[in-house]
C-alpha cells in the first residue's frame, strides 16, 4: 500500500519562483492537511480540507494555495517563493474526521535561496 | 485554550533501560490524543492514541502510555529501549469534533540510545 505519496522529496528554487508540491493518497480520506516542519517550532498546519471542493486556512497560510479538485490528490502551490519558506513539509490524510490518526508523507525538503 | 507541553526536549538512555518521554496537555473537552514517531527524513508514524476507552493504551513496538486526566498527563514509556527506538517523538491533542486547526503538536522529544 503506497498510503500518502509526495513529490518531490527534494526542491531547491530561488526566491521569486513558484512551484507547486504533490501529495496522493491512496486510502480514499476524506481529510487531508499540510504541515510546515522547522526546527523547534513542530508541526504548523498551512491548509487543509474535509473533502473535495472544500479547503480552508491554517496557522500559516500565507504565501500558499491549495486545491481539491478530487479526493486522492491535495497539491499544495507556492506562489512566489521566499527564503523563509525554507522547510520540510509534510502532507497527511485521515479518515472520519480530525480526531482519528493522521497518515503521513515522507515529505518534501525545500530550499529557496 | 489548548496546549501541549513535551517536558523533555532531549532524552539520552542506554540500550535495554526503561524509556520515559512525558507529555502534558490542556484542554477545554475531552481530547483524543496521540503519539507519533519521527525517524530521520520521514513522516510521522503513530505510536498509540487514546480515544476514552481504557486509560492504558498499547503501541506498536512496546510503547505504552498511560491517561491521567487528574495530573492531565500522557506519558510515553517503553520497559526496554532499542537502538531502533533512537527518534523524535512528538505528543499531539485533538479535542474531539473540531476542525483540523484545532490539533496542537508538541515540539517533539528527541529520543538518543546509548549502547
Known amino acids: 500500500n503506497a498510503g500518502v505519496t509526495q513529490t518531490p522529496k527534494f526542491q531547491v528554487l530561488k526566491t521569486g519562483q513558484s512551484m507547486t508540491l504533490q501529495c496522493a493518497q491512496d486510502?480514499?480520506?476524506?481529510?487531508m492537511s499540510w504541515y510546515r516542519q522547522d526546527p523547534g517550532m513542530g508541526l504548523r498546519l498551512i491548509h487543509y480540507?474535509?473533502?473535495?471542493?472544500?479547503?480552508d486556512q491554517g496557522e500559516v497560510p500565507n504565501g500558499y494555495n491549495v486545491s481539491r479538485s478530487t479526493t486522492e490528490d491535495f497539491p499544495l502551490r507556492l506562489l512566489s517563493a521566499a527564503p523563509s519558506q525554507t522547510s520540510v513539509y509534510f502532507c497527511?490524510?485521515?479518515?472520519?474526521?480530525?480526531?482519528?490518526?493522521?497518515?503521513f508523507g515522507d515529505g518534501t525538503r525545500l530550499s529557496i535561496l | 485554550a489548548q496546549s501541549v507541553t513535551q517536558l523533555d526536549s532531549h532524552v539520552s538512555v542506554s540500550e535495554g533501560t526503561p524509556v520515559l518521554l512525558r507529555c502534558n496537555y490542556s484542554s477545554s473537552y475531552s481530547p483524543s490524543l496521540f503519539w507519533y514517531v519521527q525517524h530521520p527524513n520521514k513522516g510521522l508514524q503513530l505510536l498509540l492514541k487514546y480515544t476514552s476507552a481504557a486509560t492504558l493504551v498499547k503501541g506498536i513496538n512496546g510503547f505504552e502510555a498511560e491517561f491521567k486526566k487528574s495530573e492531565t498527563s500522557f506519558h510515553l514509556t517503553k520497559p526496554s529501549a532499542h537502538m531502533s527506538d533512537a527518534a523524535e517523538y512528538f505528543c499531539?491533542?485533538?479535542?474531539?469534533?473540531?476542525?483540523?486547526?484545532?490539533?496542537?503538536f508538541g515540539s517533539g522529544t528527541r529520543l538518543s540510545i546509548r549502547p
Open positions: 497527511a490524510s485521515s479518515s472520519q474526521g480530525w480526531e482519528q490518526p493522521q497518515h
Open positions: 486510502m480514499n480520506h476524506e481529510y
Open positions: 480540507s474535509v473533502g473535495a471542493g472544500i479547503t
Open positions: 499531539v491533542v485533538s479535542p474531539r469534533g473540531s476542525s483540523a486547526s484545532k490539533i496542537i
